[in-house]
T-cell receptor, first 113, second 112 residues
């Protein structure tokens, strides 16, 4: 069974630009969660999608948004990039994270210059 | 605001030692507590705990949850160099809407 895949793996952008990251979950998984990891703040929850519905979101500004498609693939978008958005963005998929483990993808390393 | 605190922040031991990692939490809608191991890549799942007092075990690793005192411990016996990693504790605190709050992690270094 293929694991969680994220594209691109590395990205360099400049301040003010926008970026879209993609996550393909494990086949059959309906939940996709997104996290931001930085050395200072650690791992922080961005949002979770289950069957195309955003069920919850973390404390991030509205510049961070996402969506999930009918095939469970998910994208997250960050608009008007700031230097502080430089981070590793991880997505994780699960059958249902309330009851089953999540499997993390390798992450997208975003650098904002 | 939901809070998860791990201690110690870092730990250096010798192979064969036993270690105990701590995780305390203050959240509004507790659903479960999870432990992850992170090496130089994405976190890998270790345990999910939902009930107090029931130990979960996997090889040399074990974990238990105390919902009254709001903490969990992760034990690793007979440590090996391959156990060197950051161990992350997280709490699902979203009630019926999943939301994971992570602690800052414990960096474990096992020396030969």
């Amino acid at each position: 069974k293929a694991g969680v895949t994220q594209t691109p793996r590395y990205l360099i952008k400049t301040r003010g630009q926008q970026v879209t990251l993609s996550c393909s979950p494990i086949s059959g998984h309906r939940s996709v969660s997104w996290y931001q990891q930085t050395p200072g703040q650690g791992l922080q929850f961005l949002f979770e999608y289950f069957s195309e519905t955003q069920r919850n979101k973390g404390n991030f500004p509205g510049r961070f948004s996402g969506r999930q498609f009918s095939n469970s693939r998910s994208e997250m978008n960050v608009s008007t990039l700031e230097l502080g958005d430089s981070a590793l963005y991880l997505c994780a998929s699960s059958l249902d994270p309330d009851f089953y483990e999540q499997f993390f993808g390798p992450g997208t390393r975003l650098t904002v210059l | 605001e939901d809070k998860v605190v791990q201690s110690p922040l870092s730990l250096v031991v010798h192979e064969g030692d036993t270690v105990t990692l701590n995780c305390s939490y203050e959240v509004t809608n507790f659903r479960s507590l999870l432990w992850y191991k992170q090496e130089k890549k994405a976190p890998t799942f270790l345990f999910m705990l939902t009930s107090s007092g029931i130990e979960k075990k996997s090889g040399r690793l074990s974990s238990i949850l105390d919902k009254k005192e709001l903490f969990s411990i992760l034990n690793i016996t007979a440590t090996q160099t391959g156990d060197s990693a950051v161990y992350l504790c997280a709490v699902n605190s979203g009630g019926s809407n999943y939301k994971l709050t992570f602690g800052k992690g414990t960096l474990l270094t096992v020396n030969p």
